[in-house]
């Protein structure tokens, strides 16, 4: 199970941390990629870690940084300079394996965690 939590509402230029917690598999066994879905548009990709390779969307690169602590078995979605266009719910899902250059294709992705709702505005 992946549970998505740390979501709410921010003004523009703040901060939120994201969490995606696993229970019954070994986060590091996995590629963990964070996706986010905007009222009225596809589902996109944000971010992606694997064997401490990490990814970027444009949209998000310089302001957004992922992590993971195996401890904890949970991988982390630091937001920082929110902007209102990254007002979505965002998810979290694994992918058993996927060559890195595809990690937004969706179709890699085995197990969706359920959203958590990221709003900015002032």
């Known amino acids: 199970q992946l549970q998505a939590s740390g979501g709410g509402l921010v003004q523009p230029g703040g901060s939120l941390r994201l969490s995606c917690a696993a229970s019954?598999?070994?986060?590091?066994?996995?590629?963990i990629g964070w996706f986010r879905q905007a009222p009225g548009k596809e589902r996109e990709g944000v971010s992606f870690?694997?064997?401490?390779?990490?990814f970027y969307a444009d949209a998000v690169k310089g302001r957004f940084t992922i992590s993971r602590d195996d401890a904890k078995n949970t991988v982390y979605l630091q937001m920082n300079s929110l902007k209102p266009e990254d007002t979505a719910v965002y998810y979290c899902?694994?992918?058993?394996?996927?060559?890195?250059?595809?990690?937004?294709?969706?179709?890699?992705?085995?197990?969706w965690g359920q959203g958590t709702q990221v709003t900015v505005s002032s």
């Open positions: 899902a694994r992918a058993p394996r996927l060559p890195f250059s595809l990690w937004r294709d969706q179709s890699y992705y085995v197990h």
């Open positions: 019954g598999f070994a986060l590091d066994d996995y590629g």
């Open positions: 870690i694997n064997v401490g390779r990490k």
